[in-house]
């Protein structure tokens, strides 16, 4: 199995940074022709996930759903203040596995690769494998 | 590793349709014996899970929380008026990995896989991939 | 692919059981070096993720956000009384796939694995399977 980390700095709290481009450059500097890409986030406070890429309207209304859903302030106890961005964290999940075919990320049409940041911006890393099969 | 699309035909605008056994059925085609399931929806209105299929009251009871918790209008932004369904296929996930022993899914004893339609009724595509091992 | 099954014992209704080192134990006593670790809940009323493993005021805080978003008692209709603990399985995902280096859980500095309960206290299985790559 081959791994890449990939660099995505992130520019506000709450952000979604689309990586297809960027896990496929990686898959092809691996070589990658058929099987699974694992994708990780070993961060607490960020997620990864798949969905639209066309309009970045879906994103920004699924960031501001969290926002109402599991607001920045609401008496947690966690004391570094980001008690949030865990939730919002195990909620869209830490992980993704999405099958290569002839090199490329088998994705549907308007399907991209969601980054997503909710306690930026900071400098993350996400963690591409490639497992032949 | 093989590849199968199944046919997911959904009759509402939500709804969760049990696929353990076309699933079963598809790795019987594949010749699958020992290793993993990759269950993948190409789409971004829809999401793949695993949990009871005993009482269908339970998959109720999940899609009338969800439309509770992500109201289909609620202000949002994207133009094609299904936002909500976006999110809650990011909330749910896209894909679920499940092992195989015998030729079967080695699910507990209540779970089926849920496909889950969030912008139905439509004609879907469920991806089973199998990987040895 | 290997294969192992755990035994969690819970205490509380909704809990979270941090079992990175179990899950390393797994490893070690399976012969894994490197690849990939599929962890699944056989549950329909637990899951499993990944978060902060440091402060577990993290993981209280997501359970009493999750207590919160989905209440026990919300006019379900499942007869067993315990849907709310269904739909915080599927919120959370009943699967997590993370990379083995080393014979360790290729975990970021601050992760650990969620056990999550959410209709406890029971007696449960957290299934470890390795998939060498």
């Not at 791994?3 to 500097?29: F, K």
């Not at 049409?109 to 911006?121: A, N, R």
């Amino acid at each position: 199995m081959k791994a890449l980390r990939l660099r995505v700095e992130t520019e506000r709290r709450e952000q979604v940074v689309l990586v297809r481009q960027q896990v496929e450059e990686a898959l092809r500097s691996m070589g990658a022709e058929e099987g699974l890409c694992h994708l990780y986030s070993p961060h607490t406070t960020a997620a990864v996930s798949v969905n639209e890429g066309a309009d970045p309207d879906v994103a920004g209304d699924l960031l501001r759903h969290l926002e109402g859903a599991v607001p920045w302030e609401a008496g947690y106890r966690h004391a570094e203040g980001n008690a949030a961005a865990h939730i919002k964290a195990v909620l869209v999940g830490p992980s993704v596995t999405v099958a290569v075919e002839g090199g490329r990320l088998a994705l549907g049409t308007w399907q991209d690769v969601y980054f997503c940041e909710f306690d930026g911006p900071r400098k993350r890393t996400l963690e591409v494998r490639f497992l032949p099969g």
